[in-house]
């Protein structure tokens, strides 16, 4: 197994606090090691209220009271703490390096994560492994990252039992060293696919050919089930939650016994099925991939009555609850493990990592805690070689008297070689006054100053070139809001900045022209389009001649600190000129816009906070425009062409649009009286 990091020592071998904080429930675990193998020793669980509409702090302190509780009744002593994050903060790839030298790979992953996600280095932790060696001599490798702000809030709920981090695992992933552990996955080579359906979120992680593959997550758990349940026969959650406990079972397909409680539940299980369909396809067209024949359940809603028939009727394979504690001891303080062991299996993978290696050894510790371990190290270090030194000089002073004439000649060769170095300067030394300063070192500082620019210019290009971003995400969301029948074209779409106008400014710069709707109460009003070029200010600043990048929109990039006074505001909308059949399919066009949503690749949602349309921008032009479309600079010259009486044209149109990112997948926009939403 390949680390990135090295900070911390490993668990192997070691008792630890292993902590699965949930959605719904928080789980203390701890194995121990015997004669006949490892045992289960210790095992506690604590639910707690996961009712979504619970603002984050009253859920956070429901988790720090169930962890107190939990570790009051199991009694474990040790600290050092395995903790778990969820798959869905975590970013995971498969990827296949070239043959290269193996200190090189670390590298290539570095540079990769880099460019998959949208943070810098310092505001995420990372980790990958070598799977497997191909037969080229590159490598099958996995890499994981996730936001050390994640991380941190799982942090936060442990420091309240006094616990100090020693590993953050992934879920999923523990869950599937743990079925590895208990040789549950593909021995004879097929391809199986474990299936963790949790509170709100399920996971998949698929094997092939006894070797990891693929993992995914999805946004629906056991929560969309209750809530669903809570809509239909108007109960609170909690209520919701119970009865999905004790009566609630997966369709059967008999519409009688099923009634209005299994068409609602089969709703929901259905969106689900379609999702692993929808995951196991896209996973059949990646390199190594190849159709599953065997699927684990494991999770709280692996519990639900009929699950089993229920998905293999629907995904038309294999399905089984995973044996979790089979094949391993259970002493007599983890007896409640017997009573739901599937919620078990994520626990248990990361309590194995205290004592043996795993298939899967990732650790996402923030840069923080690594560096904060390091310094640890090196303070012993030195406190070591301190006490040595005193050692040594103290072993040293009898003879300190008999060392008094060597030392006297090292000085007469020390000014040898000042005299060499600036003959002037041993002119000057004298016994007891200050030491004398060479006229020398005011050339050696200008030189630093110097240097200390270039290092500043090359620092600001290259945060430049960490903070760059594409509109890939933006234009496809635009591009994806167009009538489902077409019959609209763009000519071209453009970044700008769209800002609030403060009501005395009646004079506006150059560069800009007011929105649809504009007057003096304020108002919408794009200033600047296009993608403008450079200029940083302060030492080593590097000027092109032109404002800063507009860069912005996601979260991470340059803060309104670090610009000049002169900068143009980050980008954060989109202006589209195009030609449509109808005027029809223009409105349609823009509520399109302003409905949809498009997820992006860190996961967040990308959508329309402002739409702003002029009936203004419509003009009729002859089919033939299309020939040779313009752009919004000369589309006036075109537009001028007659079009003739019954003669079949197109109409021109410019939207604006005012760009929103959300973690949370956005609710559609309404319309305000101006037009924009």
């Known amino acids: ?85 969820p798959g869905q903060s975590v970013f995971t790839r498969c990827r296949t390096l070239p043959p290269v030298a193996e200190f090189k790979v670390n590298q290539i992953v570095r540079y990769e994560i880099q460019q998959q996600i949208p943070f810098g280095l310092d505001q995420i932790a990372m980790d990958y492994q070598v799977l497997n060696k191909t037969e080229q001599g590159g490598y099958d490798v996995m890499m994981a990252a996730i936001k050390v702000d994640v991380v941190e809030k799982h942090l936060d709920t442990i420091k309240a039992a006094k616990a100090s981090i020693d590993t953050v695992d992934v879920l999923p992933l523990a869950a599937y060293n743990w079925l590895l552990h208990q040789k ?41 089930i209750t809530i669903a349940l809570a809509e239909a026969f108007n109960l609170d959650f909690v209520s919701a939650e119970k009865i999905k406990r004790e009566r609630a079972f997966a369709p059967t397909g008999d519409l009688q016994r099923d009634g209005k409680g299994g068409e609602i539940i089969g709703g929901v299980l259905q969106r689900l099925s379609t999702e692993i369909i929808r995951s196991f396809s896209y996973f059949r067209s990646l390199p190594g991939g190849g159709q599953v024949n065997r699927i684990l359940l494991t999770g709280g809603c692996a519990r639900m009555k009929n699950i089993v028939p229920y998905l293999s009727r629907q995904l038309g394979m294999d399905v089984q609850i995973a044996p979790v504690i089979n094949n391993i001891t259970v002493g007599a303080g983890a007896a409640a493990v017997k009573t739901a062991p599937e919620q078990a ?42 006490a040595a030194l005193i050692l040594i000089f103290a072993s040293l002073v009898p003879s300190a008297a008999k060392e008094n004439k060597r030392v006297k000649e090292r000085i007469d060769e020390l000014r040898a070689a000042v005299r060499a170095y600036d003959p002037e300067l041993v002119q000057r030394i004298r016994v007891g006054a200050p030491v004398p300063q060479s006229e020398l070192r005011a050339q050696l500082d200008v030189r630093k100053r110097q240097l200390q620019t270039l290092v ?73 389009r296009g993608f403008p070029g450079l200029q940083y200010s302060g030492a080593g600043a590097v000027s092109t001649g032109q404002p800063v990048m507009g860069l912005g929109g996601r979260p991470g990039h340059v803060p309104e600190a670090q610009m000049n006074e002169t900068a143009i505001p980050r980008a954060n909308g989109i202006i589209v000129h195009g030609f449509a059949e109808s005027d029809e399919v223009i409105n349609e066009f823009v509520k399109g816009l302003r409905s949809s949503s498009r997820q992006m690749a860190n996961t967040w949602f990308v959508s329309a906070e402002k739409v702003i349309f002029s009936e203004g921008s419509v003009r009729r032009v002859p089919w033939s425009i299309l020939n040779d479309a313009p752009t919004e600079g000369n589309i006036g010259d075109r537009s001028t062409q007659s079009v003739g009486a ?6 021109t149109f410019t939207v604006e649009l005012l760009l929103r990112y959300t973690a949370e997948k956005p609710s559609p926009a309404t319309e305000t009286e101006d037009g924009t939403v």
């Not at 490993?10 to 429930?25: C, E, F, Q």
């Not at 019954?646 to 109409?651: A, E, P």
Request: net charge positive; with cysteine.
């Open 345 to 386: 299996c994520v626990i248990l993978g990361m309590a194995l990592r205290c004592w043996e290696p795993v298939t899967i050894g990732i650790n996402l510790i923030p840069p923080r805690i690594l560096e904060t371990a390091r310094r640890k190290e090196q303070a012993l270090y030195w406190s070591l070689s301190v």
């Open 1 to 85: 197994m390949a680390r990135m990091w090295s900070g911390l020592k490993k668990t192997a071998g070691k008792k630890r606090l292993v902590i699965d904080i949930g959605t719904s429930a928080i789980r203390v675990c701890e194995l121990a090691k015997t004669k006949s193998g490892l045992e289960i020793s210790k095992y506690v669980q604590r639910e707690y209220n996961s009712d979504p509409s619970l603002d984050e702090q009253a859920r956070n302190q429901l988790r720090t009271t169930a962890l107190t509780e939990a570790l009051k009744e199991a009694k474990i002593r040790n600290r050092k703490t395995v903790l778990g994050v």
């Open 184 to 224: 549950q996955m593909g021995q004879q080579g097929d391809c199986v696919a474990l299936i963790d359906i949790g509170a709100s979120t399920t996971d998949i992680v698929i094997e092939r050919g006894n070797q990891f593959r693929f993992t995914r997550p999805l946004n629906m758990g056991g929560n969309d």
């Open 646 to 651: 019954g003669q079949d044209s197109l109409f």
């Open 456 to 528: 500043g210019q090359v620092d600001t290009l290259e945060k430049a070139k960490r903070q760059r971003r594409f509109w890939l995400d933006e234009f496809a969301y635009v591009n994806e809001a167009r009538p489902p029948l077409g019959q609209i074209w763009f000519s071209s779409m453009e970044s700008c900045v769209i800002e609030e106008e403060q009501p005395q400014q009646h004079h506006q710069p150059p560069g800009m022209r007011p929105a649809a709707g504009d007057d003096d109460g304020g108002t919408l009003a794009m200033q600047r």
